[in-house]
């Protein structure tokens, strides 16, 4: 590959279908607007410092309230919180904002490419010959501030890194018939080698991060021409190809068990095979797994978009919120799953993208990415999704008509794992009735405290202490024919073990929960969902039936005891949704309001408290439209 220069294809391969689109289509013609009007703030506007600090950008959370800060960067350290109005102050609030301005920079480098090819003017590649030549001449002088082990260079961490120089290096791909041979060498020795020899020599597992770096080594190879940065890229125990290997499941999920990591795992595969098609590069085989990637998630999101959220990840994430690397996606390899996924990504299925969390941005005409591959409407019904069992993936999807479960029986990997064997998820109509919440900021009070706690989760707590067991769950019975699993986890905590057995038809579930021990223990079934909570029951204001382990987040807590069986609802406009629970001698119902993904959130729960030796929940949710 060195020095041949020879191009297989382009980023995009017809330009003027692409000026076409902003000429007559609505939608492109807003898209392009944007993107012109972003990117002209940056060529007058951009003025970094090797006297800035690049810290992590999970410690740009409200200390207040947990809120994301919005990132406005007109106002450096403002770092004001939109939910509460507090104005978080201190290095490490700034650092992160100075990550972010960086990271935006990037962007807006592949933006400016993209401009320069649809204008041609030559304000685009000297805003990115700025940015370039700012790394360049201050490499050796530029500072950051992360943990120990994730130490990059430029942009905070080495994550952060390599996101940056994957959108540098696209960015000056589109551009890249306007630099010298003598500025490509400046760019390569001062910037590009340094940090592909970091990026390769922190890749030391199977884990999402190396991925990305991984890949900004193998682009840079590409862009550079030198087959050894490829090779090493690609091959060894941490490759790109063993990634691929060894951390995606037989149904195409990424091993850590969240949707949004899986997304963030996928991204650079996508970036490396486009670049791999512009440069002929042979990618060992992983396309198929990486087609599969993308279609495993169409097949499980729910009818509304929003996709289950188990383990860490963002708050409520759904198909809109990845909608541009669908749009790569049907650029490398065309599937029905990839137009069921866009046809739900724009317009009324449309939520706005976190201002940090590694998605890519999206608005409701779209984004960059439907602009260059997209185009105005897509076929997205013919995608039927039904009951299957993903049994290397330790997840499950129970479906008939408007009604589905998603229930998580199992792990892979304690990274980025919560404590919540057993969780289960509720849908029903156009509704996302009970949602795992995921998490934000890992820097966040409320991720530490509430998040990742096993109370915040649909699951069952013994003993008032988060979950021990992080290890794979055992399908005892699968009926897809009558939507039925019945699922085991061992040893969630010691000598304990979980059986959970859920039967789903049209608008009921029927839910049973064993606790096997042979200790007595107490065990409380939890479960969080929106609406009204109601009771017909008279109940009795408590403190919390714990201190610890997220307990002592909940809040204005009640509860009745009762032998018999007994029912609750949460009610809104228009439908309910009823639990009713079989009786059983010595049953404590505690009713309580817990947070969601920042303090203004918050939505109400059930816990049924009992004590012995094992233990069995029987209940039956019902959905009713009025």
Known sequence: MEGTGIYMTSYVQDWQAVKEKIRTDAWAGQVYDTLVETTEWWIGHYADSPDRIAGWGHDFFCESCGTMIDFVREEPYGNLCSGCGHRSKGARFDQAWNYLYRDEAHKHVFYAGVLYRITGDARYPAFIRKVLSFYCDNYEHLKVDVKPGYVGKIAGTDLCDAVGMIWLLQGMELIKETFTAEELRHYRTKLFDPQAEMLDSHSKSIHNIPCWMKTAVGMTGM???????????????YGLIRQLQEGVTDEGFWYEGSFHYHFYCVEPFTYFLLFAQIYGADCGGMEETVKNMYVFPAEIAFDNGFFPNPNDGWPNIALTHYAGQYEYANRLFPDPAFEYALSRSYGDYYRQTPAYGGMVE?????????????RGEYAGETMRRTTKNYPDSNLCSLRDGDTALFIKYGLNTPSHAHPDLMNIELFD????WSHDI?????????FLEWQRKTIAHNTLVVDAADQLSRSRGIVLDFDQERNRIRAKAEA???????VRDIRLQEGRIEDIFQVISED???TDWVFHCRGRLETDFETQPCVSPGSEFGYQHLMNVRMFTASDSWSVRWVMPGRTLTLRMEGCEGTDVYLFEGYENTTSQIRPGILVRRTGRGAEYQATFTFEKQ
């Open 362 to 374: 999206n608005t409701p005409h779209g984004w960059i990415q439907r602009l260059l591959f997209g």
């Open 492 to 498: 969630v905590y010691p000598g304990v073990d979980y």
């Open 520 to 522: 007595e223990h107490t």
């Open 223 to 237: 862009f550079f021409g030198d087959s050894g940065y490829v090779e090493r890229a690609l091959q060894g125990p």
């Open 438 to 446: 995921s998490s934000n900021g890992y820097g966040s009070f409320l």
């Open 429 to 432: 109509g156009d509704c996302l």
